[in-house]
């Protein structure tokens, strides 16, 4: 920022520290509002996942709609042809249109009530397939990411691993303790321990067991008392 504003920092800041890309990349990140702090810092701008994007029908079209009359005036003129910034400005629009979109409904007449992309739901459908944050044959690296960022990364890494671990080891805390009342249950009776499923058992058996003797007598009565009949 002193840099930027042509103040003195010293003689020898003066004379170590100078402008450079990587700060203005790194400037350029926290001014569109990414935490210099959060491990999401080091992701990439949203772009067209086409290596050519203005060879694509699609995208050709949704440049004429958004930028025509200035890509006419300026096509060809060298440093001052924008197509090539405008081919970077272009997916942050499709990759954040619902958000547009809601402020659009929400606050009638607002700004971003004529931006023609927006009304064109087909088109940025389409569009919204050619446009990734991801690493891609034109956008392989992230620039301006301080070392920091690498560490913030590592360390989300092993907080996750440590609450999977913390999980698998609660419901091991369960399983275990589940397997050994199961156990104790099955080898009871074998070991002459006395329990309440046990007793069920027992008393459902002896009741199975007594309901066949009742049965069983009483079709012998009938049996006799036919007999004594005829």
Same mark, same amino acid.
């Given at each position: ?25 790194? *400037?350029?990140?926290? +001014?569109?509002? %990414?935490?210099?702090? =959060? ?9 067209? #996942? &086409? ?71 087909? *088109?940025?459908?389409? +569009?919204?397939? %050619?446009?990734?944050? =991801? ?9 301006? #990411? &301080? ?84």
């Amino acid at each position: 920022t002193a840099g930027r504003g042509e103040w003195s920092l010293g003689r020898v800041f003066d004379l170590y520290l100078h402008l450079a890309d990587p700060a203005d990349t790194y *400037l350029g990140r926290i +001014l569109v509002g %990414l935490d210099p702090n =959060n491990e999401n810092f080091a992701t990439l701008p949203p772009h067209f #996942i &086409p290596s050519n994007p203005m060879a694509d029908e699609l995208i050709r079209e949704a440049m004429d709609l958004m930028y025509g009359p200035i890509l006419t005036a300026w096509h060809g003129k060298g440093v001052r042809d924008f197509t090539g910034i405008l081919l970077r400005v272009l997916p942050s629009v499709i990759h954040h249109s619902d958000f547009l979109d809601d402020w659009m409904r929400r606050v009638p007449g607002h700004p971003f009530s004529s931006i023609p992309l927006l009304h064109r739901r087909d *088109l940025l459908l389409r +569009l919204k397939t %050619l446009v990734t944050t =991801n690493t891609t044959d034109s956008m392989r690296v992230a620039t301006g #990411i &301080p070392p920091h960022i690498e560490h913030a990364r590592q360390m989300k890494k092993c907080l996750d691993i440590c609450s999977t671990t913390l999980g698998e080891v609660k419901n091991l805390k369960e399983d275990v303790k589940q397997a050994v009342v199961d156990a104790y249950k099955n080898r009871a009776a074998e070991n002459g321990h006395m329990t309440a499923d046990c007793m069920c058992a027992l008393f459902e058996n002896y009741e199975e067991k007594m309901s066949a003797k009742i049965d069983s007598l009483r079709e012998e009565n009938r049996e006799v008392g036919w007999l004594r009949n005829s």
